[in-house]
């Protein structure tokens, strides 16, 4: 059973534009929502993360906006680069405990 | 700060053999973990310590999978008797004991077997 829901599985945008990346969850256990970037051959690399009792987070072009009632959450990132182009896998955490992981979404940034 | 750092990054075995992998956590995090990652999917929660102690295994570790982390420093992962299913990257993560629900990432190490 996926315990959080990642969509869409790939995205293409032009340099510039705002690519949007969503998760849901189920468990409303989890109190920590971490998103990882991935280049390949990679291990992952903490980006940004947020808590259920914020709406919003920002950290340079990188916010997140989290939906507490609806159990979502999403990325967003303001004028993408071509160095931006990774995989990003969101995830959620149980205090004191394991990851669980999104399916992750392959990001291309087109210059 | 160093970061966490795996050995080694590749490992080819023929099935059947037995591997060790190593994992060096960022200094003085006390908490450990170990994920596997298979192409196209996201990390997956094997096994976690804190310090020397093993608190939780995944039912993804089967028996042939061990991990130890004898001194709460360094920590192995052992898998016997390789099958090529164990063929996926596998991940070692710390985080510090203030914020233990932020996890830092190692390399990791790619394994293939054969």
Redesign the interface.
Known sequence: QQQVKQSPQSLIVQKGGIPIINCAYENTAFDYFPWYQQFPGKGPALLIAIRPDVSEKKEGRFTISFNKSAKQFSLHIMDSQPGDSATYFCAAVEYGNKLVFGAGTILRVKS | DTG?S?NPRHKITKRGQNVTFRCDPISEHNRL?W?RQTL??????LT?FQNEAQL?K?RLLSDRFSAERPKGSFSTLEIQRTEQGDSAMY?C?SSPQAR?????????T?LLVL
């Open positions: 966490v795996q973990y994920y196209g999917q996201g990390p997956e929660f976690y939780e995944s991940l993560a233990q629900e932020t996890q830092y990432f190692g390399p990791g790619r």
